[in-house]
């Protein structure tokens, strides 16, 4: 009998996500992207697991899908920084934001089940990120069959993670001598209107290997973003300003947060939009196949189901999502109720759950389709935050502000960016777990384990 949800594994996968969780918020805070972890943790927990002769590909499977959270969870930083940003915190309290990522991280596993047969078993989606993984899961697997090329195929993809390190450390060590600078940066003005723009070239071997990661195309559209963003946008609103007081730093820098970013928010907003519309069918035929295969099970046809099939009852799914709406709605009321919003307390729960109900699976839906198209470190997760915690804003103001004081207005602000928190980390950990049961179905793993 082949091994697959083992303790073992769970420890592999937990220590790994733990360091490769603690690289990418650091990553994401200074770069502001995230990479996937999936296939450096296959190949350490290939590395690690060779040396059991009973380890299976389905094994480190689950290994990978443990630590390829650490890709996605880390994306919370996009969102809660903001009630630091805004005043409202001073600090991260622990057991809030754990609750945070932990609710949204199951809800984010609910979700993808039934999404998992629209995206995933009946969807023609490249899945680039759970492809790659899966065929390096397969070269690299242990057991009888296994060839030397195989084996020192598998060293060798340890090797390059190690010797990766050690260069990016000494890269480190040299460039914090000062012995060179590692980031050129520089701000100016255009023409007689005061307009400005600029530019901001980094040396980091973190941010070549998340180049490599992401890909050729990933970064060539982040190069023309770039150009489209300093070369016409900011001088263009900067321009119709016509500020000459203001430094050309703090005006360019002003101008792309406030004007800029919202084009590209825009963009993917309607990008959104369209993705839902195409993809209504394929979820209602998901959800159809998914009852259906509970209904076999029901009737004791359980092992007619193929092991690629076999997800978590569409039953314990449904109550699992409703189960999870309380302690979200504990999670919002204790938000409010602290943020000097204990009067209109039921209304805004209430709210906050229907809005994190609904909108966690649209933003679920297009953030799976965007990672089975491009894959999951490419998906526009910050982006459609920023769409999210809009509508949460829009929501608030028409129907709570008339209701409230103009001192609340903050305290409105922080909820709305709360409650986008909780999405977020749905959204993160289904378009995650969709490039993961990718894999699995490749590798014959089985749905529910993964799950």
């Known amino acids: 009998m082949r091994k697959e949800l083992t303790v073992r594994g769970l420890i592999i996968g937990i220590i790994i996500t ?39 590909v389905q094994e480190n499977n689950i290994v990978q899908t443990v630590a390829s959270a650490a890709g996605t969870l880390s994306s919370i930083i996009f969102v809660l920084p903001g009630l630091i940003m805004i005043g409202w915190w001073t600090e991260f309290p622990f057991w809030i934001s754990f609750l945070i990522c932990a609710l949204g991280g199951i809800l984010g596993v609910m979700y993808s089940i039934p999404l998992r047969r629209a995206l995933v078993t009946s969807s023609d989606l490249p899945y680039p990120e759970g492809v790659a993984c899966a065929e390096v899961l397969k070269v690299g697997s242990s057991g009888d069959s296994a060839h030397a090329s195989d ?131 394929p979820v209602a035929k998901g959800l159809a196949g998914a009852m259906a295969a509970s209904r076999a099970r029901k009737a004791g046809k359980a092992d007619t189901l193929p092991i690629t099939e076999r997800d978590i009852p569409i039953g314990i799914v449904g109550l699992v999502t409703l189960v999870c709406m309380l302690p979200i709605g504990w999670v919002l009321g204790y938000f409010a109720n602290t943020s000097g919003l204990g009067a209109h307390m039921t209304t805004l729960v209430i709210g906050g759950v229907a809005y994190v109900l609904l909108m966690s699976f649209f933003v679920s839906a297009v953030c799976g389709y965007m990672a089975g198209l491009i894959g999951s470190s490419n998906s526009p997760l910050s982006g459609i935050g920023i769409l999210v915690v809009i509508g949460a804003a829009l929501l608030l103001v028409l129907g709570v502000k008339p209701y409230v004081s103009p001192e609340a207005s903050k305290a409105l602000m922080a909820f709305a960016l709360f409650t986008t928190a909780v999405i977020f980390n749905v959204a993160a950990i289904a378009n995650n777990n969709l490039q993961d049961l990718k894999t699995g179905q490749l590798v014959d793993a089985t749905p529910w384990k993964q799950q």
């Open 18 to 56: 733990l360091v490769f969780t603690a690289a990418n918020v650091y990553f994401g805070l200074k770069a502001g992207l995230t990479f996937s972890t999936s296939i450096p943790a296959a190949v350490i927990s290939m590395a690690i697991l060779r040396g059991f002769r009973d380890a299976s």
């Open 151 to 281: 084996i020192e195929h598998g060293r060798a993809g340890l090797l390059a993670v190690l010797w990766g390190s050690i260069v990016a450390a000494l890269f480190a060590i040299i460039v914090a001598t000062q012995i060179f600078a590692a980031d050129v940066a520089q701000t100016f003005r255009i023409g007689k209107r005061g307009a400005v723009s600029g530019y901001d070239f980094s040396l980091s071997f973190a941010l070549l290997a998340i180049g490599h990661l992401v890909g050729l195309s990933v970064g060539i559209a982040m190069l023309i973003g770039a150009f489209i963003g300093w070369g016409w946008g900011v001088p263009h609103y900067s321009g119709l300003v016509g500020d000459l007081t203001t430094a050309a730093g703090q005006l360019a820098q002003s101008t792309w947060s406030k004007k800029v970013r919202f084009l590209g928010a825009g963009a993917i907003g309607v990008s959104a939009i369209w993705t839902l519309l195409k993809l209504v069918q």
